[in-house]
């Protein structure tokens, strides 16, 4: 067997609904079935999915507050009031900001844009930053991707004569802001259609009811937001995401041409991923580390050269940011390893000193992903004795709800089931390090560590072609609510398998179908390659996608999980380099058994003593604790009744490894014939005496045997009583009795080990494996072999 490193947890699929949608919209049964899995169930859900060209935007008036804000935007335009845009340092804000200067520039209004330093003012609106605003003329602020927790800030503004409009999207506190107009579709009581807009979602409705018109144009902007936030890719995001990444394809912004050219994705065909992993990053490194202005000016500059400069930059600190973010995820785990070991914690909360708290989030993303454990990074400022943390979550502990239960110690902490954000005294640090242990301990269980892979549908090899994975190409954008999709091929046999890479970290698999085959390549999978048999029945879990090399296109999986559910015989016999395979291995699931007293020295395993069971000759196997355990049988067995046992045994063990050691090969030194004892005890009785140690060489080149044949038969006669032996020399009884050859023990254990020698070190891999996995009913296998 070889043990997925992830519980896989399959979606059932209705088969009828796979058809009707098979039938009518005349799609390939795999598309079919995503679209069913992902709720799509109808023709018209199904067709509206499929084709977002079609579909039209939400009226921006159904957002209530929409007509109040629009209307006070364009008297401050017409009577030339100056408005301030107040928006976020994530790539989120910076989008929305930018989209309110794109709109507020066609209008030629007169407006600047203020995004608060991380570090110095935090989250959020702020009084400081709004009594600077009016003390710069400024009589209207508008708040884009944040404002809706802002009840202080708001008073501050209505006190001080500025008129204040929220756009948002975060999730409204009971209480709301005193706002001369709120724009989310979250708050109660708005009927807007769809609740799940991006902070940059909620400004394009704001840019679309300023301008009359869909802002398409601003789309380019808003789908980076949209896709970096991390909100559902459905409905109104949906057509904001994929009309976004075609208008980005072909972009005229000079801030996005710079951004594509140093992603190096220029002139490839965009997806999300590409936003995801290559330009959101860059965009968030700006936030994190200093002052996002730059990305603002980036995505809203007209100079070519002012956009490279400053893409330059961008891409720079996004390097100080992976250089920072490895630094402390090395510093993370150190302190795990040393004072916090996963198997004695349930939650990890690991603080330090000095780390940089723009980046902990990413760290706690990366210390669950290592551990899979519910994790805490906090920073610690002495100075002013708080820490100030990232926390993020695994299935089944819900973050916030925990939080929660301490929130007597935290006083400033927010977030969801799977990620918070906190600030804490320092003197609650190890209240709130004991307080999560102790929920998470009474909360998960042994299979909640493991982490979940969710496989969306099951296929065969004979499934996957170069038409179905471009026609999956229909459901991108991927993302939250519609992930790229997972396949679960299921018990396939292997036409390739081989280590790549310069290093051998990597795996490459080609599977074999009925008609097809499929190549799979699995990044960092090269340490299963010691774990998998040529002959294994394979599942995969991957996607799907096409390799294009050399002008030649075929479909591969990309491996993210594999297991082998049967169990595994591997062959090591004649292997040369048995410690360095040992090595690959478990070792607290090794089990080594040793017949020969010699073999452990012969094959230089002394550093296995531990691990290494001596069996000896009329010793019962049934105190052997085998189960689930890699049973590894160093050398032969002394006798059939040992092999009986250790098959019988060997069928609980979840692999079994044959090495079969032997130094000396019965099998190609066989037994004399009978006329070969019938001469040598002729030629005994006419000699009278024989010295066989002095002579048997030479006795051995006369009749064309080997001097080993001369000193087996000579102690068979010795066991039968045929001859006497005093000090190497051989005298024949006086009227011996009249026995069989094999009434010599000797005789028999020689006929025992060379069949033992023929069925094990020479039969075939698949007798082998019938032997130590038999199935239930097999029961006669023994009688059969022997």
Not at 348 to 359: F, Q, R, S, T, Y
């Amino acid at each position: 067997m070889l043990n997925a490193k992830t519980r896989w947890s399959v979606t059932e699929t209705d088969q009828e609904k796979v058809d009707q949608l098979v039938q009518h919209l005349e799609i390939s049964p795999l598309v079919a079935g995503l679209l069913v899995n992902r709720g799509k169930h109808n023709l018209d859900e199904a067709t509206e999915f499929l084709h977002t060209e079609h579909a039209e935007f939400h009226d921006p008036y159904l957002m209530d507050g929409m007509k109040e804000a629009v209307e006070r935007i364009q008297k401050a335009i017409e009577q030339n009031e100056k408005i301030l845009i107040f928006g976020d340092y994530d790539a989120d804000g910076v989008s929305s900001t930018s989209v309110m200067v794109y709109t507020l520039r066609e209008m030629n209004a007169d407006f600047d844009y203020y995004i608060p330093n991380r570090f110095t003012e935090g989250y959020g609106p702020n009084e400081a930053a709004f009594r600077w605003a009016k003390e710069q003329g400024y009589s209207l602020i508008i708040t884009v991707d944040t404002g809706i927790s802002a009840i202080h800030e708001a008073s501050v503004a209505k006190k001080i004569g500025i008129d204040l409009i929220i756009t948002d999207h975060h999730e409204p506190q009971p209480e709301l802001p005193e706002a001369y107009a709120t724009i989310n579709p979250k708050k109660p009581g708005c009927p807007y259609p769809f609740k799940g807009l991006a902070g940059v979602g909620v400004a394009i409705k704001l840019s679309h009811a300023l301008l009359g018109k869909p802002p398409v144009h601003l789309l380019d902007i808003a789908c980076i937001g949209t896709i970096a936030d991390l909100v559902p890719l459905v409905d109104e995001n949906r057509m904001i995401a994929k009309r976004g990444i075609a208008r980005l394809q072909r972009t005229e912004k000079p801030g996005l041409q710079a951004l594509l050219k140093l992603c190096n994705i220029k002139d490839q065909v965009l997806n999300s991923e590409h936003i995801g992993f290559g330009i959101g990053p860059r965009v968030n490194a700006a936030g994190r580390l200093d002052s996002a202005d730059p990305a603002v000016d980036l995505f809203t500059t007209d100079d070519p050269e002012q956009a490279e400069m400053i893409a330059a930059e961008i891409d720079a600190m996004n390097k100080e940011r992976q250089n920072l973010v490895n630094q402390m995820t090395k510093e993370a785990v150190k302190i795990v390893e040393e004072e916090y070991p996963p198997e004695d914690h349930s939650a990890l909360i690991i603080a330090k000193e000095g780390w940089n708290p723009g980046v902990i989030g990413i760290v706690a993303s990366r210390i669950v992903e290592k551990y899979y454990r519910p994790t805490i990074i906090l920073s610690i400022d002495r100075e002013k004795g708080v820490a100030k943390g990232s926390a993020r979550s695994i299935v089944g502990f819900d973050m916030f709800a925990n939080l929660s239960e301490c929130r007597d110690i935290l006083p400033h902490f927010g977030g969801h089931p799977m990620a918070a954000g906190m600030t804490l005294d320092l003197q609650y640090l190890d209240d709130l390090r004991y307080r999560l242990n102790k929920l998470a301990e009474e909360k998960l269980t042994v299979d909640d560590f493991t982490p979940i892979t969710p496989v969306d549908l099951e296929c065969s090899v004979d499934d996957v072609s170069l038409e179905v994975i471009e026609e999956l190409q229909a459901l991108e954008p991927f993302g939250v609510e519609n992930p790229k999709p997972k396949f679960l091929i299921e018990q396939c046999k292997l036409n390739e398998f081989r280590r790549i890479g310069s290093d051998s970290k990597h795996l490459k698999l080609s599977l074999k179908g009925e008609t097809n085959t499929l190549d799979v390549i699995g990044f960092h999978f090269g340490d299963v390659f010691e774990e998998i048999t040529p002959n294994a029945s394979l599942s995969v879990v991957g996607e799907l996608s096409i390799n294009e090399w050399n002008g030649f296109r075929k479909p591969q999986l990309m491996l993210q999980d594999i297991a082998v559910k049967e169990k595994q015989l591997f062959d090591y016999r004649g292997i040369k380099n048995l410690k360095d395979r040992l090595d690959l291995l478990d070792r607290e699931k090794v089990q080594l058994l040793a017949f020969q007293t010699d073999t452990v020295q012969q094959l230089e395993l002394g550093d296995w003593q531990e691990r290494i069971y001596h069996v000896s000759e009329d010793e019962s196997l049934d105190h052997l604790q085998i189960d689930g355990q890699y049973l590894i049988i160093l050398d032969l067995p002394k006798s059939k009744d040992q092999l009986k046992k250790l098959m019988f045994f060997g069928s609980n063990a979840e692999r079994v490894y044959t090495v079969f050691h032997h130094e000396e090969d019965h099998y190609f030194n066989p037994i004399p014939t009978r006329e070969a004892f019938k001469w040598f005890y002729a030629f005994l009785k006419k000699k009278g005496t024989f010295d066989y140690k002095k002579q048997a060489k030479e006795l051995a080149s006369y009749k064309g045997w080997t001097k080993e044949s001369v000193y087996f038969m000579t102690e068979v006669f010795f066991e039968l009583e045929f001859v006497t032996i005093d000090n190497g020399v051989i005298t024949v009884s006086d009227q011996p009795m009249k026995r069989p050859l094999t009434d010599s023990k000797t005789y028999r254990r020689k006929q025992e080990q060379m069949s033992l020698e023929n069925d094990l070190c020479y039969s075939s891999y698949r007798e082998l494996k019938r032997w130590f996995f038999e199935e239930e009913n097999d029961g006669v296998r023994f009688e059969e072999a022997y």
